[in-house]
């Protein structure tokens, strides 16, 4: 059965700095992984889809990076903002069962400091 | 650029009413789905939707049913609300199944079973 974790559950940073997210899956056969942003009271925003033939995917600040043979996923923030303080979320679909099956880690809460 | 819509955005029942949650997307997918959202539990899904016409269970099935009323709709009903089913209810959607495509959220509907 698929599992995903994000380690740390919690952040904290001053502004400016940059920052690892970390994101493990059990079974490396996926299909691609998604990064999303949870603000407090709010939805999901996507922030990045990485297919499972891609090793990196950039958007502005954000860099998300894939392993498949360790099971890992990175999202990188740089020059991190106050702006960035949410909760960030991986999920990768699951297969054999329910099609369309996201499976979320538990997030990883960032607080950025002014 | 609404996205996915659901309403309403808050709600009380009481134990053993019934309501319907409602969710409209305007980007033309073909895959929608609902989602529950728990403390220490993370987003699991209640039921699917690969395309218009279609409808599958989800990891957490129990005390809901679902309606694809066309490609934009998905409804899902609580036939007989209980303390239980006090979550955070989050629809996407997909172009196809999540597997090949980057899912959407709308905002959620809080609703509290006393």
């Known amino acids: 059965k698929q599992e995903v974790t994000q380690i740390p559950a919690a952040l904290s940073v001053p502004e400016g700095e940059n920052l690892v997210l970390n994101c493990s899956f059990t079974?490396?056969?996926?299909?691609?992984l998604q990064w999303f942003r949870q603000d407090p009271g709010k939805g999901l925003t996507s922030l990045l889809l990485?297919?499972?033939?891609?090793r990196e995917q950039t958007s502005g600040r954000l860099n998300a990076s894939l392993d498949k043979s360790s099971g890992r996923s990175t999202l990188y923030i740089a020059a991190s903002q106050p702006g960035d303080s949410a909760t960030y979320l991986c999920?990768?679909?699951?297969?054999?069962?329910?099609?369309?099956?996201?499976?979320f880690g538990k997030g990883t809460k960032l607080s950025v400091k002014p | 650029n609404a996205g996915v819509t659901q309403t309403p955005k808050f709600q009380v029942l009481k134990t053993g009413q019934s309501m319907t949650l409602q969710c409209a997307q305007d980007m033309n997918h073909n895959s929608m789905y609902w989602y529950r959202q728990d403390p220490g539990m993370g987003l699991r899904l209640i039921y699917y939707s690969a395309s218009e016409g279609t409808t599958d269970k989800g990891e957490v099935p129990n005390g809901y049913n679902v309606s694809r009323l066309n490609k934009r709709e998905f409804s899902l009903r609580l036939e007989s609300a209980a303390p239980s089913q006090t979550s955070v209810y989050f629809c996407a959607s997909s172009e196809a199944f999540v597997g090949n495509t980057e899912a959407f959220f709308g905002q959620g509907t809080r609703l509290t079973v006393v």
């Open positions: 990485i297919q499972s033939s891609q």
């Open positions: 079974d490396s056969a996926i299909y691609n």
């Open positions: 999920a990768v679909p699951h297969y054999g069962g329910s099609q369309g099956n996201l499976i």
